[in-house]
């Protein structure tokens, strides 16, 4: 590849951060990182800013920064330690970032990836919340700002790999009939309903094909990470949400399909290893090596399709009629999500809980329509103080 790339990191410590760092290890000459933020695992980040020699470190929490600046001080390195929500955003913006990888997790990560965006940075998404959350107006702030959105999330990534050439996410793909979003179905796909108020967060967090972080890993197992990624889809590839399919594929194999007027279907496959979509979006349009070891076909030997069960997993529909409904519907979709998550995962909610409130959350705050940011910003805090309070009146009820 031609001149090195500076690219900053988002959520560095987490799983799709490190794994950023593992394939940007394999290509020194190619890129540099030039910064990393994250919340407070401040061990970690000054691992990772030693290994890379980064110029800029940023930590949400402040005593957490505190100690890293003092670790880095002790083994004699030059980087700068910076703390809060606005150093983070802040440091995206430079002009020795090309590139920047959105993996912060939830609507935390909203405020530095429009940042990189509105800096006209090609922005390589995994932080899928920030997008439903903002829908329309984030594709905007792109198209204003100039900026590139590479999708990391492994289906729109494949999506992306198999739209026509040129193609870019924000455009209306020529000839395009529909979207096919692959699933794995999750670690519950065959459990028992009856089983289900009863699974615990270590259970809901074994996914069956791929290694992520708890709150996507609940996610998938409620499939509300497929109806996030309906919405993501119809934003990123300006499509209704009817041309967005929906296909169970236990082998997740196959990462995604488009399907084109004359009756094609393209599909991207590959291990189940986010090395790969981050390799394609770090290179794009060009390929690099992601360290991913090649697929097998013969030893997996047969791919299998089914429908999704919308009855079992509420949350699809749940956020298929959010999408219809549009305005601040995904936003309030998403917030209710993630307090219900994070209650499941203290304990403090069992796993039926989580669609029952989003369904409730969802029922009493009217959809209004999205003009600026502080909508976005509104309709999410008045979402999770219903969805708190849905959740503190029902302990017992669904705990
Ligand atoms: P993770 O929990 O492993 O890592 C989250 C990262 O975000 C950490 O670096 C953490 O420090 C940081 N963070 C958390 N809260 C923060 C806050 N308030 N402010 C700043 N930073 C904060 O999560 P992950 O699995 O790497 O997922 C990250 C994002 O990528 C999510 O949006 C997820 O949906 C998306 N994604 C992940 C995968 C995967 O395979 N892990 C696949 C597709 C999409
Ligand atoms: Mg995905």
């Not at 749940?318 to 995962?345: D, K, M």
Request: proline residues 5%; aromatic residues 4%.
């Amino acid at each position: 590849m031609s001149a090195q790339r500076g690219i900053a990191i988002l959520g560095s410590t987490g799983s799709i951060g490190r794994s950023t760092l593992a394939v940007i290890a394999l290509h020194p000459e190619a890129f540099k990182v030039t910064m990393l933020g994250a919340h407070s695992s401040w061990q970690t980040i000054v691992e990772q800013a030693l290994a890379f020699q980064v110029e800029t470190v940023v930590l949400i929490d402040e005593q957490a920064a505190a100690q890293a600046r003092a670790a880095l001080a002790a083994a004699g390195a030059k980087t700068r330690v910076e703390s809060g929500a606005q150093a983070l955003a802040d440091a995206v913006t430079g002009a020795e970032v090309h590139m920047v990888m959105a993996a912060i997790v939830g609507a935390a990560g909203l405020l530095p990836t429009l940042a990189a965006v509105r800096a006209g940075k090609r922005v390589l998404l995994a932080n899928k919340e920030a997008l439903v959350m903002t829908g329309r107006l984030l594709m905007e702030e792109v198209r204003r700002a100039g900026a590139q959105l590479i999708p990391i999330d492994s289906e729109h990534n494949a999506i992306f790999q198999c739209m026509p050439a040129g193609y870019l996410p924000g455009d209306v793909p020529a000839g395009v009939t529909r979207v096919l979003l692959t699933a794995s179905g999750g670690p519950f796909r065959t459990t028992d309903v009856a089983k289900l108020p009863h699974v615990t967060p270590d259970e809901a967090c074994a996914h069956p094909k791929w290694k992520m972080g708890r709150k996507i890993s609940v996610d998938s197992a409620t499939l509300m990470n497929k109806g996030l990624e309906v919405i993501e889809a119809t934003l990123l590839f300006d499509l209704p949400e009817t041309k967005v399919d929906v296909v169970v594929h236990p082998q997740s194999v196959i990462h995604s399909l488009v399907e084109y007027a004359d009756g094609s279907m393209l599909a991207q496959l590959g291990a189940p290893d986010m090395r790969t979509p981050i390799a394609q979006a770090l290179a794009w349009p060009e390929r690099i090596t992601s360290g991913v070891q090649s697929l097998d076909l013969i030893a997996i030997g047969q791919l299998g399709f089914e429908p999704p069960d919308y009855i079992r997993f509420p949350c699809l529909a749940l956020a298929r009629a959010a999408a219809r409904t549009g305005g601040t519907s995904p936003t309030v979709l998403n917030a209710a999500n993630e307090v219900a998550v994070q209650a499941f995962l203290d304990g403090r909610l069992n796993f039926v809980g989580i669609s029952t409130v989003i369904d409730k959350v969802l029922q009493r705050a009217d959809s209004s329509p999205v003009k600026a940011l502080g909508d976005v910003l509104d309709a999410d805090a008045a979402a999770r103080r219903l969805a708190v309070s849905l959740i503190e009146l029902s302990s017992g009820a669904f705990a």
